[in-house]
């Protein structure tokens, strides 16, 4: 918990403490600042997503809401989306360029847009309202 905290808030700190367990310094510091990467880019999707969410939840409750079978529908099929991306990804093994080869690529592209358009639909559907 200690180290999770260091990560984000002081990672000089963190740092030294890899190097102390065996790591090299050049090692540590890049493993730190990618992982620092992934979350930043993470938060800043996340936050993109949420924003579209709440644009389509105020479009189609302008336009009168949906229906709570609509409803339903819309976050069966989102929870699915987003159940395939992750299945899909954790199934295929399979890395034969570093994930620089076109079935790679398509891969990552497919799991990146079904994951995407699942949470942004779970997300708005959370505001819809029952009309």
Known sequence: MINALLLFF?????????IKNGQDESNASKSVQKIRSSYFKAIATITFLCIIAV????????????GFVQLTAMRFFCSALIAL????????????????????????????????????????????KIS
Not at 57 to 65: L, T
């Open 55 to 66: 644009v389509v939840a105020y479009i189609i409750n302008f336009i009168g809401g949906l």
């Open 10 to 18: 002081w990672p000089s700190k963190l740092i030294s403490i890899v």
């Open 85 to 128: 991306a992750v299945l899909a990804k954790l199934s295929w093994e399979i890395q034969t360029w570093k994930g620089l080869s076109v079935p790679e690529e398509v891969n990552s592209f497919l799991f990146k847009l079904f994951y995407k358009v699942g949470v942004i639909g779970m997300l708005s559907s959370l505001l819809i």
